[in-house]
């Protein structure tokens, strides 16, 4: 059974760095074929596709956060995270991970409130 | 970027209706087409992969359907759980990119 379960401040500053972790079980992201997606959704409005890092270290960005995000991998202790740099409100949503394949992202986690706020 | 833009926005449909969601690309997406469900306060459900293929304990009733750039989600017989937003999603090539969403509402 695969489950995901994402981690994070709750509430940040303006120009801070926001630091998010994944931690899931069900699957290894040294397995080939597996990955971790990263997404968000501000309230009331759609998804969008922020990152994605691979079994073999492998990631991709979403270019419109330009060179804000970083994705990175602990495989021994089955968690993924994700950096961005210089927040500001606009960056206030719920940030979802999942456990991602081939086929796109499968199991998702339950999401974590992330609020841009000085 | 591919643009992807899913309709109607809202639908409002009868218990037992068979009933259609659109999604169109904005260029060819090889049929790397997925569709999740929404229900409110949850997290997105995967229902179908690759165009046509239903997630594992996902209920018969939902089938996906297209190719380029048209894809449909169809349920053959709606029921009253189905009620939420369903969002297209492709990953064809990067940046991966959803639809705005179709909200599933009961007459």
């Known amino acids: 059974q695969v489950t995901l379960k994402e981690s994070g401040p709750g509430i940040l500053q303006p120009s801070h760095t926001l630091s998010l972790t994944c931690s899931f079980s069900g699957f290894s992201l040294s397995t080939y074929g597996m990955g971790v997606s990263w997404i968000r959704q501000p309230s009331g409005k759609g998804l969008e596709w922020l990152a994605s890092i691979w079994w073999n270290g492998n990631t991709y960005n979403n270019p419109s956060l330009k060179s804000r995000l970083t994705v990175s991998k602990d495989t021994s202790n089955n968690q993924a995270f994700l950096k961005v740099t210089s927040v500001d409100t606009a960056d206030t949503a719920t940030y979802y991970c999942?456990?991602?394949?081939?086929?796109?992202?499968?199991?998702w986690g339950q999401g974590v409130m992330v609020t841009v706020s000085s | 970027d591919i643009q992807m833009t899913q309709s109607p926005s809202v639908l409002s449909a009868s218990v037992g209706d068979r009933v259609t969601l659109n999604c169109k690309a904005s260029q060819n997406i090889n049929k790397y087409l997925n569709w999740y469900q929404q229900k409110l306060g949850e997290a997105p459900k995967l229902l179908i992969y690759n165009t046509n293929n239903l997630q594992t304990g996902i209920p018969s009733r939902f089938s996906g359907s297209g190719s380029g750039t048209d894809y449909t989600l169809t349920i053959s017989s709606l029921q009253p759980e189905d009620v939420a937003t369903y969002f297209c999603?492709?990953?064809?090539?990067?940046?991966?990119?959803f639809g705005s969403g179709t909200k599933l509402e009961i007459k």
């Open positions: 999603f492709q990953h064809n090539s990067w940046p991966l990119t």
């Open positions: 999942a456990h991602t394949r081939p086929t796109g992202p499968h199991y």
